[in-house]
């Protein structure tokens, strides 16, 4: 079978290098958006390959009818395709979603999974329409997580479980055989940006501070403000110490700094 991946981070490589073992990569679509370049080293002497900013052009188009794709494959891209893309090749258009479906629509997934204290982390593989995140489901799992997993370590598990179930997922995408999945009680979640990873001692537990800073990651690192100063936290982990005073209050102890929580406090590993 003659694909067309779409990716912009290693999930995609890792995806690329478990496909090509069974089928034929003939182009790989990279997208310019939130762009991890470790992918290129990955990508540029090994496939063909095209950088895009946006995905619904002729050219793009074009290039999968003269290559006679058979099934397009989205492994972690940002731009929404529009229906002539979705039908571009001769099976469609399938994605993998790092999130349980209905319940995790939308952008940033896992984070979101994390951020809500999930202890058991979904991935589903659609069939893609114009409804985003609503079309017919081909393929789902799920992993556990513990409370010492952060993003980084949840992305690693997710691109394992994609493995398990993507070559059933498109079989079954062949065998028009969909899962069954009801869509009216899910709930759509938009993409993470920068402030979404401020931390707010004064409403946040000490469970959900260290949620937030797990699921977050460079370029959107957890943050709080003290004396108009942006402090950046990296790792953390839930703590019973009571600290007096108001929330966010820092204290130190045995060379840890604990902050103070709407419950409970935070211990700064990094």
Partial sequence: MKL????????????????SKKHEISIVFI??????????????????????????TLKVFNLIKKNC???NIIAGFPYIFKKQMINSSKYGTINLHAGK?????????LNWQIINNEKKIGLSIIKITEKIDMGPLVGRTSFNINKFDNIKTVKKKSYLYFKKILNNSINNLLKKKYLKINYLNGRYFRQRNREDSKIDFKNMTNIQVHNLVRASCNPYNSFYINKRKKKIIKKTIPSKIYISGKYGKVIKKENYQYIK???GSVKILK
């Avoid at 067309?4 to 290693?10: D, R, S, T």
């Avoid at 762009?35 to 995905?55: E, R």
């Avoid at 479906?101 to 997934?109: I, M, T």
């Fill in 4 to 19: 067309a991946v779409f990716c912009n981070n290693l999930r995609g490589v890792e995806i690329i290098k478990f496909l």
């Fill in 31 to 56: 997208a310019k958006k939130n762009l991890d370049k470790k992918i290129l080293k990955h990508t540029k002497n090994n496939y063909k390959s095209m950088i895009v900013s946006n995905i619904n």
């Fill in 69 to 71: 794709i058979d099934l």
């Fill in 101 to 109: 479906l209905p319940q995790y629509r939308g952008g940033s997934p």
């Fill in 261 to 263: 929580c709407k419950k």
